[in-house]
Nanobody, 125 residues
Framework: QVQLVESGGGLVQAGGSLRLSCATS????????MGWFRQAPGKEREFVAA????????SHAASVKGRFTISRDNAKNSVYLQMNSLKPEDTAVYYC??????????????????WGQGTQVTVSS
């Protein structure tokens, strides 16, 4: 059974930083595309970032490019999202996602088979 467990969310002031972690189990992470999505209250879920199997290829949403960085450590079965220069509009629940056997960068939610429970990120102004 695949499990994705996010951590690292919390309350931070605008301009601050947070690092989200996603610990995986039951998944051969080295053959999975991984990603982060977020959903703010009253809004649709949106793509944030994705990374290919070996970490050499990534994609970031335009709204976070230059501020957020996705990375992975297959030896630790983990994926990370470093978030800098946070803005109030980054407030959302952030979800870690896995696309088993998709070794490329995956940006479409429908291609992700596994989702974590989410971690709340709140950015105060």
């Amino acid at each position: 059974q695949v499990q994705l467990v996010e951590s690292g969310g919390g309350l931070v002031q605008a301009g601050g930083s947070l690092r989200l972690s996603c610990a995986t189990s039951g998944l051969t992470i080295s053959t999975a595309g991984m990603g982060w999505f977020r959903q703010a209250p009253g809004k649709e879920r949106e793509f944030v970032a994705a990374i290919n199997w070996n970490g050499r290829s990534t994609s970031h949403a335009a709204s976070v490019k230059g501020r957020f960085t996705i990375s992975r450590d297959n030896a630790k079965n983990s994926v990370y999202l470093q978030m800098n220069s946070l803005k109030p509009e980054d407030t959302a629940v952030y979800y870690c996602t896995a696309a088993p056997l998709h070794t490329t960068v995956v940006v479409t939610a429908a291609e992700y088979a596994n989702w974590g429970q989410g971690t709340q990120v709140t950015v105060s102004s």
